[in-house]
């Protein structure tokens, strides 16, 4: 068997696993079979298995944005007047954090929590799709994190209980604590948490170390149980640092958690709309609709002109429709009504590629090359056209998604959503456009077209 029909195994079985993928999550069949009329339903897999003592569940269906799927949007302002300048930042992020923690524990799916910094205004934008009721949404995110240190114990009439553990209250809290940092050991080089008391803090702490030595002291972020690290030895002068097999990362968000409720960020509203899902029912019916037409267009176009080519072609770009949905399946992509005007540019994008590599063989051929010659010349001189001219979509689609957050770049869930399908489009688009279409092109095309 040579390398171009193991590529096509491959690909076939990969087209297979992705169009099982693709399924919608559930649709209904109706036949008649030998007189029998059967009903059934097929759709997407939904994976639910027990891994060693892990439970997997995984259902494999296109996560809606809040304007497809209706819900709340909240703009919050961050007060950062008792806030130290160099500490704001991190007082945001703090915020942003007690936000996520809020939404995960309250159910919501896919929740967005962005910040924005301009000038003087420090903001939290937050995306609640599902949610319809504007009391309890504004209940949800609009209080101010409340940090807490509580002796972990067995006795009887605990002060405060926390997923089933019995904890007792010792008269520390976040107004108590100035901040937390990450620290690295001298010596071994392990991340850890150095937290600071003020003054009065300071003096409690120290009691209970030197009371309660041995005990755990279990710290709490809106009455959720985050940490509960054992007490090795009387700590005096308010600091004190946590130890344990942390990650980098770990002792990073340990220390946000911490400074969330150390950083007394107050939080007002300054805008809230309810989003129906109405909306994005048309606008899904009106886009898929848009798309299927632009598809058939694109299609046809590519048949009437390049012939044989434009078969391939045409037969490549439905594969790169049931690849695109079955990664957006696949990675848990939130689809917004932008994103779908990505994901419809991107169908003109999918046979950019071989426009380029079917101008280039039709050079070849008329200088009298063979077809087999003329193929591989077509591919391997469009190539730098073709590398260039997606280098830049890739480039683009990275400045509209902003990973790092850089404050002077976009924001905006929606632009976001827009850049990731794009950026998925054009990755894609390279793959089907170059690799499939050649090896399409060499198994089924050998004479000249």
């Given at each position: 068997m040579n390398h171009t029909k193991r590529r096509f195994i491959w690909l076939m079985g990969l087209l297979v696993v992705a169009s099982v993928l693709a399924l919608p999550?559930?649709?209904?069949?109706n036949f008649s079979l030998f007189g029998k009329h059967i009903e059934t339903?097929?759709?997407?897999?939904?994976?639910?298995?027990?891994?060693?003592?892990?439970?997997?569940?995984?259902?494999?269906?296109?996560?809606?944005?809040?304007?497809?799927?209706?819900?709340?949007?909240?703009?919050?302002?961050?007060?950062?007047?008792?806030?130290?300048?160099?500490?704001?930042?991190?007082?945001?992020?703090?915020?942003?954090?007690?936000?996520?923690?809020?939404?995960?524990?309250?159910?919501?799916?896919e929740p967005v929590v962005q910040t924005a910094i301009s000038g003087d205004e420090y903001r939290l934008l937050v995306e609640?799709?599902?949610?319809?009721?504007?009391?309890?949404?504004?209940?949800?995110?609009?209080q101010t994190a409340q940090l807490d240190f509580r002796l972990l114990s067995l006795g009887e009439d605990p002060v405060a209980t926390s997923g089933g553990v019995a904890a007792t209250a010792i008269g520390l809290s976040g107004a108590d604590l100035k901040r937390a940092t990450v620290q690295f050991d001298p010596q071994t080089g392990e991340p850890g948490v150095g937290i600071?008391?003020?003054?009065?803090?300071?003096?409690?702490?120290?009691?209970?170390?030197?009371?309660?030595?041995?005990?755990?002291?279990?710290?709490?972020?809106?009455n959720d149980l985050i940490m509960a690290p054992r007490i090795t030895q009387p700590i005096a002068g308010g600091q004190a640092s946590i130890t344990g097999q942390f990650t980098p990362e770990e002792a990073k968000q340990l220390s946000i958690q911490l400074n969330a409720g150390a950083l007394p960020v107050p939080i007002e509203v300054l805008e809230q709309r309810t989003i129906g899902a109405s909306l994005g029912a048309d606008s899904i019916q009106r886009s898929v609709r848009a798309g299927a037409i632009g598809l058939l267009l694109v299609m046809a176009f590519m048949i009437m002109y390049y012939g044989k080519n434009g078969i391939i072609s045409s037969v490549v770009l439905v594969m790169y429709g049931i690849f695109t949905l079955a990664l957006y399946k696949l990675t848990s992509i939130t689809l917004t009504l932008p994103g779908i005007a990505g994901l419809i540019l991107s169908i003109g994008m999918g046979v950019d590629s071989n426009i380029l590599i079917f101008e280039?063989?039709?050079?070849?051929?008329?200088?009298?090359?063979?077809?087999?010659?003329?193929?591989?010349?077509?591919?391997?001189?469009?190539?730098?056209?073709?590398?260039?001219?997606?280098?830049?979509?890739?480039?683009?689609?990275?400045?509209?998604?902003?990973?790092?957050?850089?404050?002077?770049l976009n924001t905006s869930g929606l632009v976001r959503g827009f850049g990731v399908t794009l950026l998925v489009g054009v990755l894609l688009?390279?793959?089907?456009?170059?690799?499939?279409?050649?090896?399409?092109?060499r198994l089924f095309l050998k004479e000249r077209a």
């Amino acid at each position: 068997m040579n390398h171009t029909k193991r590529r096509f195994i491959w690909l076939m079985g990969l087209l297979v696993v992705a169009s099982v993928l693709a399924l919608p999550q559930s649709v209904p069949i109706n036949f008649s079979l030998f007189g029998k009329h059967i009903e059934t339903t097929i759709g997407s897999p939904n994976i639910n298995v027990n891994f060693f003592g892990t439970q997997i569940q995984k259902s494999f269906e296109i996560k809606r944005g809040l304007d497809l799927q209706g819900g709340m949007q909240i703009v919050l302002r961050a007060g950062m007047d008792e806030i130290p300048a160099e500490d704001r930042t991190v007082a945001l992020d703090s915020a942003r954090e007690v936000l996520l923690r809020r939404v995960d524990l309250y159910g919501i799916a896919e929740p967005v929590v962005q910040t924005a910094i301009s000038g003087d205004e420090y903001r939290l934008l937050v995306e609640l799709p599902g949610v319809d009721n504007p009391q309890e949404a504004i209940a949800l995110v609009g209080q101010t994190a409340q940090l807490d240190f509580r002796l972990l114990s067995l006795g009887e009439d605990p002060v405060a209980t926390s997923g089933g553990v019995a904890a007792t209250a010792i008269g520390l809290s976040g107004a108590d604590l100035k901040r937390a940092t990450v620290q690295f050991d001298p010596q071994t080089g392990e991340p850890g948490v150095g937290i600071e008391f003020g003054s009065d803090g300071a003096q409690i702490f120290s009691d209970v170390t030197t009371e309660h030595t041995g005990e755990l002291l279990g710290i709490f972020l809106d009455n959720d149980l985050i940490m509960a690290p054992r007490i090795t030895q009387p700590i005096a002068g308010g600091q004190a640092s946590i130890t344990g097999q942390f990650t980098p990362e770990e002792a990073k968000q340990l220390s946000i958690q911490l400074n969330a409720g150390a950083l007394p960020v107050p939080i007002e509203v300054l805008e809230q709309r309810t989003i129906g899902a109405s909306l994005g029912a048309d606008s899904i019916q009106r886009s898929v609709r848009a798309g299927a037409i632009g598809l058939l267009l694109v299609m046809a176009f590519m048949i009437m002109y390049y012939g044989k080519n434009g078969i391939i072609s045409s037969v490549v770009l439905v594969m790169y429709g049931i690849f695109t949905l079955a990664l957006y399946k696949l990675t848990s992509i939130t689809l917004t009504l932008p994103g779908i005007a990505g994901l419809i540019l991107s169908i003109g994008m999918g046979v950019d590629s071989n426009i380029l590599i079917f101008e280039r063989m039709k050079e070849e051929l008329r200088l009298g090359k063979p077809y087999a010659v003329a193929l591989e010349l077509g591919f391997g001189r469009a190539w730098d056209s073709i590398k260039d001219a997606n280098v830049v979509t890739i480039v683009t689609a990275l400045v509209l998604i902003n990973p790092f957050n850089v404050s002077f770049l976009n924001t905006s869930g929606l632009v976001r959503g827009f850049g990731v399908t794009l950026l998925v489009g054009v990755l894609l688009s390279l793959f089907t456009g170059v690799f499939v279409t050649r090896t399409l092109m060499r198994l089924f095309l050998k004479e000249r077209a």
